[in-house]
């Protein structure tokens, strides 16, 4: 049973002080605790996949490719790069996002058994992956959008995971209306899903412990939604340092993996 604490002073003195091996106790604590929990991720919960992130120094936008050389990652996937040139913006993706075969790791299969079980109260996702619904999760806000699903620019016709990447066409047309089909990602220069952002932060807002895990929110959207949070309780799990570490209660300099197969639920 995790003590009352008599000011927030007090409450993280207590936290901050605590004893590396005593930490993940706490933790679990804290899960029992709670009533609503949310877990708020970024590209780290997927590493552990095999899907690189972006900025690390073996991430995606390090990678060496001929092909590309002249254009910067950040261009690659923008709404500017898929309308003034669609084939390469293509080329890219097909050959960087194709995550179909991938497989959930710990991490998403511990996500999705505290779902399961009624201890979380969704996910909110930076990834474009799907592998938390390929865990088995139901409630997730895609506030990156999905590589898995595309649509028709024109008549928005909607499209499964195999539609982009099996397509042999430098610009894949709509068999419906032959304008083009785009992944249902959010690209550089684009505004975010509003209906998924609108809940992610409606469910951030009533959850009384969060769980940051996999990001280290540089990414504007999720350290917006991170900094809506005043609930009880606030949790990172990263294997870097990440901003908001001094607010948070119990941080895990970790793999999010071994982490989190230690929670109990």
């Known amino acids: 049973m995790l003590p009352d604490f008599s000011s927030q002073r007090e409450k993280q003195k207590y936290f901050h002080t605590l004893a590396e091996d005593r930490k993940i106790d706490v933790l ?3 899960i029992e605790e709670a009533e609503h929990i949310v877990f708020l991720g970024g590209a780290g919960v997927s590493t552990e996949s095999g899907i690189p992130d ?13 092909r590309f050389r002249g254009y910067k990652p950040e261009y690659l996937l923008s709404y500017d790069c898929l309308d003034k040139k669609p ?3 293509f080329d890219y993706f097909r050959k960087n996002l194709d995550c179909r075969s991938i497989l959930p790791n710990d991490a998403h299969k511990k996500l999705a058994e505290m779902e399961q079980k ?3 109260d969704g996910i909110v996702t930076q990834n474009i992956d799907g592998l938390h619904q390929k865990a088995g999760s139901k409630k997730v806000w895609e506030i990156h959008g999905s590589a898995l699903r595309s649509y028709c620019v024109s008549c928005h ?24 089909i785009r992944p249902d990602v959010v690209l550089y220069g684009e505004f975010l899903p509003q209906r ?31 900094h809506l949070y005043h609930g009880k309780y606030l949790v990172i799990i990263n294997k870097g340092k990440t901003k908001m570490e001094g607010s948070a209660d119990l941080v895990f300099h970790n793999s999010i993996g071994k982490v989190m197969s230690q929670m109990e639920v």
């Open 157 to 180: 016709k909607e499209y499964g995971p195999d539609f982009i990447f099996e397509n042999k066409d430098d610009v894949p047309r709509c068999p419906a209306c032959g304008k083009m």
């Open 54 to 66: 972006f900025r690390s120094k073996d991430g995606l936008y390090h990678k060496k490719d001929s």
């Open 196 to 226: 998924a952002y609108e809940e992610a932060i409606a469910a951030i807002r009533y959850a009384d412990l969060l769980i940051i895990g996999g990001t280290s929110l540089e990414v504007g959207s999720a350290a917006q939604l991170a």
């Open 28 to 30: 679990n604590e804290m």
């Open 118 to 120: 009624g201890k979380l």
């Open 87 to 89: 084939a390469v913006f």
